[in-house]
């Protein structure tokens, strides 16, 4: 191997990823570019030594104690060689040809500041992981359409990106703080950093393990975007009143990224006014007992009601709204190869996207008024 290698691979690692002997075969059998890899790990388990022991040509360093995700990326970055990096979350799967991902990354940072991917969370049988996959379209959306209009990104996903190492010296690396990679795009593009995701290039993440999981994640996500907010709120506001051209994406975005809450508020009263439709004709059906001649000549006989007259405008909304919202949807997915289906939208658009709209709110304003801090799951 040459002294200095053309990229340096960074992983961070929370005592031990099933999924990270996978992702050091792939990364060990890349020959399209010369890679080093530094996996930086905190309080490691025992398998972390064996693959320490099988893969000699990785580099391990080791923390007994948890030293917070920023620390271990800081540390590793000091450790790393080559002028463009190359960062991986540990529950990371690179789902592209390895070669061609690594080839790729270097062609596209010669023309870019920084570069993702397209980033889905795989499925593991559960209709929780598909849930979640609908979740990714709508982010993985909302930064491919800003980038192509603004050639730039305010925030990143953090579980892969590249950069370059002199972008990340300008910047100061990675700062303590709940949502270090948001932090690093927001910084990134008030310097004006060039930004661009390589759709044909897909990663794919780890889904949380339960229910419970997946809040703690909600939660920690959005006390981070509260403490984002708290942060760089008026240098946001500033950076789009100079350059209001910005602000057009940004609405785009905020009505598409809407419309499941806009949705589920049109669905409440729809599906009450449905329940009782229903059982309106479950009154009418029954002293009939499935005589259906008789049953349509009562129906045409009776004089429909205001109540009634509103029970059926409200089930026909609710039909096209979930048909009309579904239609937009699909054709997002199709655009990032995922797999739609009505049955799972259905959930999605409704108990899903209700509780998530709850929960940012409740950790939103958390995060705005205790700003950054450790949580009992995650240190900065």
């Given at each position: 191997?040459?002294?200095?290698?053309?990229?340096?691979?960074?992983?961070?690692?929370?005592?031990?990823?099933?999924?990270?002997?996978?992702?050091?075969?792939?990364?060990?059998?890349?020959?399209?570019?010369?890679?080093?890899?530094?996996?930086?790990?905190?309080?490691?388990?025992?398998?972390?030594?064996?693959?320490?022991?099988?893969?000699?040509?990785?580099?391990?360093?080791?923390?007994?104690?948890?030293?917070?995700?920023?620390?271990?990326?800081?540390?590793?970055?000091?450790?790393?060689?080559?002028?463009?990096?190359?960062?991986?979350?540990?529950?990371?799967?690179?789902?592209?040809?390895?070669?061609?991902?690594?080839?790729?990354?270097?062609?596209?940072?010669?023309?870019?500041?920084?570069?993702?991917?397209?980033?889905?969370?795989?499925?593991?049988?559960?209709?929780?992981?598909?849930?979640?996959?609908?979740?990714?379209?709508?982010?993985?959306?909302?930064?491919?359409?800003?980038?192509?209009?603004?050639?730039?990104?305010?925030?990143?996903?953090?579980?892969?990106?590249?950069?370059?190492?002199?972008?990340?010296?300008?910047?100061?690396?990675?700062?303590?703080?709940?949502?270090?990679?948001?932090?690093?795009?927001?910084?990134?593009?008030?310097?004006?950093?060039?930004?661009?995701?390589?759709?044909?290039?897909?990663?794919?993440?780890?889904?949380?393990?339960?229910?419970?999981?997946?809040?703690?994640?909600r939660k920690r996500w959005f006390m981070g975007y509260g403490a984002w907010f708290r942060r760089y709120f008026p240098h946001i506001l500033k950076a789009f009143v100079q350059n209001?051209?910005?602000?057009?994406?940004?609405?785009?975005?905020?009505?598409?990224?809407?419309?499941?809450?806009?949705?589920?508020?049109?669905?409440?009263?729809?599906?009450?006014?449905?329940?009782?439709?229903?059982?309106?004709?479950?009154?009418?059906?029954?002293?009939?007992?499935?005589?259906?001649?008789?049953?349509?000549?009562?129906?045409?006989?009776?004089?429909?009601?205001?109540?009634?007259l509103d029970a059926l405008t409200c089930t026909l909304r609710i039909i096209i709204c979930y048909l009309l919202y579904s239609a937009i949807f699909s054709i997002i997915c199709k655009?990032?190869?995922?797999?739609?289906?009505?049955?799972?939208?259905?959930?999605?658009?409704?108990?899903?996207?209700?509780?998530?709209?709850?929960?940012?709110?409740?950790?939103?304003?958390?995060?705005?008024?205790?700003?950054?801090?450790?949580?009992?799951?995650?240190?900065?």
């Open positions: 191997m040459r002294d200095k290698p053309d990229l340096s691979i960074l992983i961070p690692v929370y005592r031990m990823s099933h999924v990270l002997p996978s992702l050091l075969s792939s990364l060990n059998n890349v020959r399209s570019a010369n890679v080093e890899v530094i996996v930086v790990v905190d309080e490691p388990q025992p398998e972390i030594f064996d693959l320490k022991s099988r893969f000699k040509n990785i580099k391990f360093i080791v923390n007994g104690n948890r030293q917070g995700k920023a620390n271990a990326l800081n540390r590793a970055l000091r450790e790393a060689k080559a002028n463009n990096i190359l960062f991986l979350d540990s529950d990371v799967m690179i789902k592209s040809d390895p070669d061609v991902f690594m080839s790729s990354t270097l062609e596209a940072l010669k023309h870019h500041d920084i570069v993702e991917y397209k980033e889905i969370t795989r499925y593991d049988g559960s209709l929780r992981s598909r849930l979640i996959r609908l979740d990714d379209v709508m982010y993985s959306f909302s930064y491919s359409l800003f980038s192509k209009l603004t050639g730039k990104c305010f925030a990143l996903s953090g579980a892969a990106f590249a950069t370059k190492r002199s972008v990340l010296e300008e910047l100061g690396g990675f700062q303590r703080v709940i949502q270090e990679d948001i932090d690093l795009g927001t910084r990134a593009f008030l310097k004006n950093k060039s930004f661009t995701i390589l759709k044909d290039l897909e990663v794919s993440v780890e889904p949380p393990n339960s229910w419970r999981s997946w809040i703690e994640q209001p051209k910005m602000l057009l994406p940004v609405v785009v975005l905020a009505l598409i990224l809407s419309l499941p809450t806009i949705f589920s508020i049109v669905m409440v009263p729809s599906i009450i006014s449905g329940v009782a439709l229903a059982q309106l004709f479950k009154n009418i059906y029954m002293p009939f007992a499935g005589d259906l001649s008789n049953m349509l000549k009562y129906l045409l006989s009776l004089r429909i009601g205001n109540e009634t655009s990032f190869d995922v797999d739609f289906s009505l049955k799972c939208f259905l959930p999605y658009a409704t108990v899903y996207t209700i509780t998530t709209f709850i929960l940012l709110v409740v950790f939103l304003v958390k995060g705005v008024i205790v700003g950054d801090r450790s949580l009992p799951d995650w240190k900065i």
